[in-house]
T-cell receptor
Framework: GAVVSQHPSWVICKSGTSVKIECRSLDFQATTMFWYRQFPKQSLMLMATSNEGSKATYEQGVEKDKFLINHASLTLSTLTVTSAHPEDSSFYICSARTPGQWEQYFGPGTRLTVT | AQKVTQAQTEISVVEKEDVTLDCVYETRDTTYYLFWYKQPPSGELVFLIRRNSFDEQNEISGRYSWNFQKSTSSFNFTITASQVVDSAVYFC??????????FGAGTRLTVKP
């Protein structure tokens, strides 16, 4: 149980275009989902926390207008990278949590390359 | 503010050696959770262990063992008789509340045959 999927697993896009990444909890309802970014050979950095039905909370330094997060249902959160630039190339990982639990279940990640 | 320090950036050992990965944390809270994750080259995080702040009992799982010492704010991870498949980046993480998990910088372990 507690499986989280991400789609796509990798994506290549051209500079200036937008890319949407999906995060789904497959066998549980996730009231809270988290988005992390990991640059090569670096650690995971929390970008934002999203609660179902409300606006996401972004970490300091993360542009909310560039990284649009939607958590419209208890099993799906999406991250849209708008007007992507090469510096946005990174590994994006989502995680999901059930109510009252501390455990976060991580997705397999999405590798984004912006050319 | 919470902080996790993994001072060892990279470790290289030969197969069958024991290796210990260090993790030191900082927190003002009395209730918190500590985690270890493995990240193989595929990138997917593999959960290894979770320990809450009230449980200082050391844990052993096969070749893996963890030493939690609140007195030194450390949560070290030992792999006994390492294998090539243990090669990965290992992250220690701290969570002070259910909405926040902070990761250390990670330790890249290479196990050579």
């Amino acid at each position: 149980g507690a499986v989280v999927s991400q789609h796509p697993s990798w994506v290549i896009c051209k500079s200036g275009t937008s890319v949407k990444i999906e995060c789904r909890s497959l066998d549980f309802q996730a009231t809270t989902m988290f988005w992390y970014r990991q640059f090569p050979k670096q650690s995971l950095m929390l970008m934002a926390t999203s609660n179902e039905g409300s606006k996401a909370t972004y970490e300091q330094g993360v542009e909310k207008d560039k990284f649009l997060i939607n958590h419209a249902s208890l099993t799906l959160s999406t991250l849209t990278v708008t007007s992507a630039h090469p510096e946005d190339s990174s590994f994006y990982i989502c995680s999901a949590r059930t109510p009252g639990q501390w455990e976060q279940y991580f997705g397999p990640g999405t590798r984004l390359t912006v050319t | 503010a919470q902080k996790v320090t993994q001072a060892q950036t990279e470790i290289s050992v030969v197969e069958k050696e024991d290796v210990t990965l260090d993790c030191v944390y900082e927190t003002r809270d009395t209730t918190y959770y500590l985690f270890w994750y493995k990240q193989p080259p595929s990138g997917e995080l593999v959960f290894l262990i979770r320990r809450n702040s009230f449980d200082e009992q050391n844990e052993i799982s096969g070749r893996y063992s963890w030493n939690f010492q609140k007195s030194t704010s450390s949560f070290n991870f030992t792999i006994t008789a390492s294998q090539v498949v243990d090669s990965a980046v290992y992250f220690c993480a701290l969570s002070e509340d259910s909405n926040d998990m902070r990761f250390g910088a990670g330790t890249r372990l290479t196990v050579k045959p």
